[in-house]
């Protein structure tokens, strides 16, 4: 108990001062006009109240990733807590804040424009296509599951819920943002963290031992090594390349500069208490990861809030627990798709972007959604974490070069992106995906190359003051 509880409290800590240094080195103005005032068009660009931004965007980067994924990371033990409050503080945090505030600086574009503009216009078409199909597979995913749970459920077909949820989609990615977005994320979000604090209180008053034999040492039960593996799988709960593509959604309602700190560095500390909330649950429920791991096997991390919701909170807490599911998997993808219209938006746009224009990537976007949807995506979704921490690997490199070029202290970025690229490396050379290389001779590759990437930058660039 005293450790999630320590765990807690240094993640508030981190918002409070770390945030602040962040913050700091970022240097705001709080006077300037933000796009979503100067831009406002009533669709994409205008100004929500402060508390709706924050929800939106905790519930845009969440989605399931700050529950499976820590559950799933929770099968190395309470090891797992110490990436979800070091990397919450120190990436995951730096990294949301960042992708959302130079979003700001540059008319709320999306990803795709600001790294043409910090890395160099080479990659700019190959990042797009990269960025696009990410995107487009998330949303598919996040749409089959759902579709595959409420079929089950009603004894219906799949077809009819798969065309349900993209219909559901072409509005969420086509009308204006405070339309279904505005007015129903808030409510989802304040859903997840409902159920995620209910069922702590319920682990609080039963007194039931936290984390059974405590260690840090890995006890993962298959032996899977902790470095890269573990720093791939809880992504969402410490830091998250699709993250990146959801914080400009939010920098173009954001009122004022001074709001940054709290929606972008705030929504990732306040997933990573949700992860610290979900990792822990699974441990204890479970007695373990042992225990955790059978259920896994049997029934995936689905399984896993199903059994805790309805042993902590009854048959009512196991419908909120599938409800939750089924929100949070839509909510990431239809997110994921108005992104990808953003995206492609800002590549192509050539003046405003009319209603025509939008319709037009609409049905691009959510007719290749559809495509996919209807593929086995199982041997590309196993490349979907890595994808995902390369992406956040490349943002902290973008913001790297932002802070450089305007004369900050780069080093902020710069250390995390460091060991993030060591972590991309040597999971792609260790993992079956990947090369397959033995785990010792992967992570030198990683150190090395890492290691000769921050050097390089760190000789060729002056220190910023």
């Known amino acids: 108990m ?17 945030g602040k240094i962040v913050e700091k080195v970022f240097s705001i103005n709080d006077k300037s006009v933000t796009p979503a005032v100067r831009k406002c068009d009533n669709v994409d660009f205008m100004v929500l109240p402060t508390w709706r931004v924050f929800l939106i965007q905790f519930l845009n980067i969440a989605g399931l990733g700050p529950v499976f994924g820590a559950i799933l990371g929770a099968l190395y033990g309470p090891v797992a807590l110490l990436w979800i409050v070091f990397g919450s503080i120190f990436a995951g945090g730096v990294h949301d804040y960042m992708a959302g505030m130079i979003s700001v600086r540059h008319d709320g574009k999306s990803l795709v424009p600001l790294i043409e503009k910090y890395l160099g216009a080479k990659i700019k078409s190959l990042f797009l296509v990269f960025m696009v199909f990410f995107l487009l597979l998330l949303g598919s995913v996040f749409a089959i599951s759902p579709a595959q749970m409420l079929a089950n459920l009603s004894h219906t077909q799949f077809v009819w819920w798969i065309i349900a949820i993209f219909g559901y989609y072409f509005l969420a990615t086509l009308l204006p943002i405070d339309k279904i977005i505005g007015k129903f994320y808030p409510l989802f979000a304040l859903l997840l963290i409902g159920v995620s604090i209910a069922m702590m209180i319920v682990l609080f008053a039963e007194n039931k031992e936290f984390y059974p034999n405590l260690t840090w040492a890995n006890l993962h039960p298959k032996g899977l090594p902790i470095f890269p593996l573990m720093f791939v799988t809880i992504a969402c709960g410490a830091i998250s390349g ?38 822990t649950l699974g441990i204890s429920f479970y007695q373990g990861s042992d225990g955790l791991n059978q259920v896994i096997m049997q029934s995936g991390p689905g399984g896993v809030v199903s059994g805790v919701a309805n042993g902590y909170l009854g048959s009512f807490g196991g419908m909120l627990a599938v409800l939750s599911v089924v929100l949070l998997s839509i909510t990431s993808g239809d997110t994921a798709f108005r992104s990808a219209r953003l995206t492609i938006g800002d590549y192509w746009k050539k003046g405003d972007m009319t209603l025509k224009k939008r319709l037009f990537i609409s049905m691009f976007v959510l007719s290749g959604g559809i495509t996919m949807s209807f593929f086995d995506l199982t041997t590309i979704w196993l490349y979907f974490g890595w994808a995902n921490q390369l992406l956040a690997t490349i943002t902290l490199w973008m913001a790297t070069f932002y802070l450089y070029q305007n004369k900050r202290n780069y080093w902020l970025t710069l250390l995390p992106a460091g060991f993030m690229t060591s972590v991309c490396i040597t999971y792609i050379m260790y993992d079956k995906i990947g090369f397959h290389l033995p785990l010792n001779f992967s992570i030198i590759i990683g150190a090395i190359l890492a290691l000769t990437f921050v050097i390089w930058f760190a000789l060729r660039h002056k220190k910023a003051i």
């Open 242 to 279: 699709f993250h990146a593509t959801q914080s400009p959604l939010m920098a173009r309602c954001l009122a004022n500069e001074k709001y940054g700190r709290s929606i972008f560095y705030g929504a990732m500390i306040t997933e990573g208490i949700v992860a610290l909330i979900w990792a």
């Open 2 to 18: 005293i450790i999630f509880l320590l765990a807690v409290c240094t993640l508030i800590i981190g918002y409070g001062i770390y």
